[in-house]
């Protein structure tokens, strides 16, 4: 089945510097990778999301990279801000037998600095 | 829109007590449901799945069980908690669109301490 890593499991920044995670995955059937913040005690919630048949999606201050060759795929926010504050989940997830079988990582705790 | 319910949010219960978490979407119709488990702390594990009335799959073997009803409603039970069985409880769904996985989108939560 599907394995997803996701690294760092913790990640401190300045207010104002760039953050990335980054994640990988082993199924090459797997077609759609979605990132999710979640805030304590919160539910998560989706910030981007890309195809597998797209590159790089960009949104504001965040963008999501893929490489499908090398099975792996990261989160860029630029211009850290307090509020950015949150646990992220990357995900990797494909359709068997009309199920979406979606697998997290297990999660990034980003912190930023003010 | 679609919409998302799950009570309730926080649960105390003692070891040994059963347990019905409840969940039910509005908005769409044969969605993909989903009960995640969340340790503190930790990722989201992944406990039942279901892609219709009646059908569950089992990620996890435990004590718990997952029910389908009802077309958008999803019911997680025990009969019989564990202290392990502490968590918070999230419930999803999403709807794939052809060969193409989509967004799941998860109920509030309900935080579970048994005691």
């Known amino acids: 089945g599907e394995n997803v890593e996701q690294h760092p499991s913790t990640l401190s920044v300045q207010e104002g510097d760039s953050a990335v995670i980054k994640c990988t995955y082993s199924?090459?059937?797997?077609?759609?990778f979605p990132w999710y913040k979640q805030e304590l005690g919160k539910r998560p919630q989706l910030i981007i999301d890309i195809r597998s048949n797209v590159g790089e999606k960009k949104d504001q201050r965040i963008a999501v990279t893929l490489n499908k060759t090398a099975k792996h795929f990261s989160l860029h926010i630029t211009e850290t801000q307090p509020e950015d504050s949150a646990v992220y989940f990357c995900?990797?997830?494909?359709?068997?037998?009309?199920?979406?079988?979606?697998?997290f990582g297990a999660g990034t705790r980003l912190t930023v600095k003010p | 829109s679609q919409t998302i319910h799950q009570w309730p949010a926080t649960l105390v219960q003692p070891v040994g007590s059963p347990l019905s978490l409840e969940c039910t979407v509005e908005?769409?119709?044969?969605?993909?449901l989903y009960w995640y488990r969340q340790a503190a702390g930790r990722g989201l594990q992944l406990l039942f799945y279901?892609?219709?009335?009646?059908?569950i799959s089992s990620e996890v073997p435990q004590n718990l069980s997952a029910s389908r009803p009802q077309d958008r409603q999803f019911i997680l039970s025990s009969k019989k908690l564990l202290l392990s069985d502490s968590g918070f409880y999230l419930c999803?769904?999403?709807?794939?669109?052809?060969?193409?996985?989509?967004?799941?989108?998860f109920g509030q939560g309900t935080r579970l301490t048994v005691v």
């Open positions: 995900a990797a997830s494909k359709v068997v037998d009309n199920n979406n079988d979606m697998r």
């Open positions: 999803a769904w999403s709807v794939p669109h052809g060969r193409w996985a989509t967004e799941a989108f």
């Open positions: 199924d090459s059937a797997s077609n759609y």
């Open positions: 279901s892609v219709g009335i009646g059908q």
């Open positions: 908005g769409t119709s044969n969605p993909n």
